[in-house]
Each structure stands twice: as structure tokens, then as C-alpha cells.
């Protein structure tokens, strides 16, 4: 039984990935496929923010620097002459190395006292990034060429982003089978526990910072060359910081596919708020005027009513359908 139903997950998971494939070859027009592009952008910003505030129980509101620290060292790069894929890991790195130098000192805070200085260093990034005019543009931003034939050129961009997606599945599935893992989760558990039992948590915590921030300079490097425009208040934008947060919520914070779902969901959430409007009383609201409260209201009943998200609110339908199952089987049968 437990074969069949696992043969089926993953005959159900090709079906997924080969529709995905497909959407640019088969979609009419460009809508569906700028969807997947950002669908899959959000979902691997989702899975490297869960490797850390999910896996390893830091929750960080900073993550957006390593997203613009991507964009930017992709597209100062890319200005002055480096090959524009090129750019793609550099910008990887670039993030990464970034995660070092203040995770160091930051991971050595626990709980509210760290995520109060992820902000901190989001904030400062950002006033950073806006004051080297000569370097990032300053409020202006940066221009990035645009390419002769633009339909190719993000008809690549789409697979990109789609197997960016993939590796950073791959990535979350192999830390969360591994001994880093299970470290990880000793950590989110008990951090001195942790450490008694030989878990070096400071070294495994920067470790994650660096692989999450890798995961999501890479990603702000594909949004810069997809947008071919970055700006401060776009890339550095505390907005973002609380989507990374809200998505693996809304999915299943610390799981493997909560994420997912939760990017998902969100990008759905976000794109139909970003054009439907109200007509109440002779009065026409926006919805994108009130997104960050139509995303509170949701974080707000997550939490209140199931903390572990779809995943956890799909375990418990789960378990209620197999008692149900039981109870029917311990009926006897009148003849």
C-alpha cells in the first residue's frame, strides 16, 4: 500500500513538472508564463527562507538584502562588462559572503532579540544602497540593457527560473535527509540541548545563512535581468522580507513542501490583488491598496487556527479521514 501511494506522489509530481514545462510551448501569450516565472521565484525565495527561519528556528526579517545584494552585483556586473550569465552564481556568492559578515556576530542572538537586528541590517542595506549613488543608482536605480529580441529572451528566463526552482527543492530535500538537518532541527527544538549533545550551533546556523542567502542572491539576480530595472526601494523593500516570512507560513513553516504551497498560494493571492478592484457604495477601492493588510489578516488566522499551514491543515483532514475509515470498519454489519 505504502508503494502504490508513493509511485502515485511521484508519477503526480512528474505530471506537475512536465504541465510547467510545457506552459511556454502550449500558454497563449506571455501572462501565464510571466506567472510561472515569478511563481517559481517566489517558491525558491520561500525554500531558502525555510532553511533557516523553518530548519534551524531563526526567524529573519532581513532576508531581503540577500535579494538585492544579488540584483545589484548582477546588474553593476552585467553594466560593466561581465557576461551576463556570468553574473548569475557571482551574485550567489556575493549574497552568501554577505550572510557572513553579519551573521556572524547577528546568529550569536537568540529569538526576538535577532530578528530585531535582521532589521536593522535590512534597513541599513537599504539606506546603504540608496546613498552610493555613483555605485547603485541611489532612488534612480539601474537600467540594464534590454535585449533585441525580448519574447526569447524571457522565454529563457522562464526555464531558469523553473530549474532554479527545482535545485533549490533538491537542496531543502537533501538538508532535511542529512545530519546538518537533523542539527538543524536540534537547534529549532532546543539550542542547548543542541550544543550538549555536540551540535556546534553557531557554525551550523551561519551555515544555513550562507546556503539560504546563496539561494536568494541567485534569485535576485534572475528578477534583475527578467525586469531589466532595480531600485532600492524595490529590491530592498521590507515588503519582501515579510513575503519570504509569510509564504513558508501560509505553506508549513519547517516542512519540505509547505513552502511551496505557500508561494503558490501567495502568488495566486498577490496577482489577483494586483488587479481586482471594489465598487462599494458609488466608492471603487483597489485591492493593492490594502495587500499588506489582506496579508496580515491571513498570517493572523494561520497562527490562531492551524500554526503549521497547509501542510498541517492537509495531515489533519488526513488523520480525520482515517479514523473515520476505522470507526466504519469496527461497525458490524447487520445481515
Not at 198 to 216: C, E, H, Q, R, W
Request: with cysteine.
Amino acid at each position: 500500500m505504502k508503494g502504490t501511494v508513493r509511485t502515485g506522489r511521484i508519477l503526480l509530481l512528474l505530471g506537475v513538472l512536465i504541465f510547467l514545462a510545457l506552459i511556454p510551448v502550449v500558454g497563449r501569450g506571455t501572462y501565464y508564463q510571466h506567472l510561472g516565472f515569478l511563481t517559481f521565484l517566489f517558491i525558491t525565495l520561500s525554500i531558502a527562507w525555510n532553511l533557516v527561519g523553518g530548519y534551524a528556528g531563526q526567524i529573519s526579517f532581513g532576508h531581503v538584502v540577500f535579494f538585492g545584494i544579488g540584483a545589484y552585483t548582477t546588474s553593476i556586473l552585467w553594466l560593466r562588462g561581465i557576461p551576463q550569465l556570468l553574473t548569475i552564481p557571482l551574485a550567489g556568492v556575493a549574497a552568501a559572503l554577505y550572510g557572513l559578515l553579519w551573521g556572524w556576530p547577528c546568529l550569536r542572538l537568540r529569538g526576538p532579540y535577532f530578528s530585531i537586528a535582521t532589521i536593522g541590517v535590512g534597513e541599513a542595506t537599504r539606506l546603504l544602497a540608496l546613498n552610493l549613488e555613483n555605485l547603485t543608482g541611489g532612488a534612480g536605480g539601474l537600467t540594464l540593457p534590454t535585449p533585441e529580441d525580448i519574447r526569447l529572451y524571457l522565454f529563457g528566463f522562464y526555464y531558469m527560473g523553473f530549474f532554479l526552482m527545482l535545485g533549490s527543492l533538491l537542496i531543502s530535500a537533501a538538508i532535511r535527509n542529512s545530519r546538518f538537518g537533523l542539527g538543524l532541527f536540534a537547534i529549532r527544538m532546543d539550542e542547548d540541548a543542541a550544543e550538549a549533545l555536540g551540535v556546534n550551533a553557531l557554525s551550523y546556523k551561519i551555515l544555513a545563512l550562507m546556503l539560504s542567502a546563496f539561494l536568494v542572491g541567485v534569485g535576485g539576480s534572475l528578477y534583475a535581468q527578467y525586469i531589466l530595472y532595480i531600485d532600492p526601494g524595490t529590491v530592498f523593500g521590507f515588503s519582501m522580507s515579510v513575503n519570504m516570512i509569510l509564504m513558508p507560513i501560509i505553506g508549513g513553516i519547517g516542512t519540505l513542501w509547505g513552502p511551496v504551497l505557500g508561494a503558490v498560494i501567495f502568488t495566486v493571492i498577490q496577482d489577483r490583488i494586483m488587479t481586482l478592484s471594489l465598487n462599494l457604495w458609488g466608492f471603487t477601492f483597489k485591492l493593492v491598496q490594502f495587500h499588506l493588510l489582506v496579508y496580515g489578516a491571513l498570517l493572523v488566522l494561520i497562527i490562531l487556527f492551524e500554526p503549521r499551514g497547509l501542510v498541517g491543515l492537509a495531515e489533519r483532514a488526513y488523520r480525520s479521514v482515517q479514523r473515520w475509515r476505522q470507526a466504519k470498519a469496527m461497525v458490524p454489519t447487520t445481515g
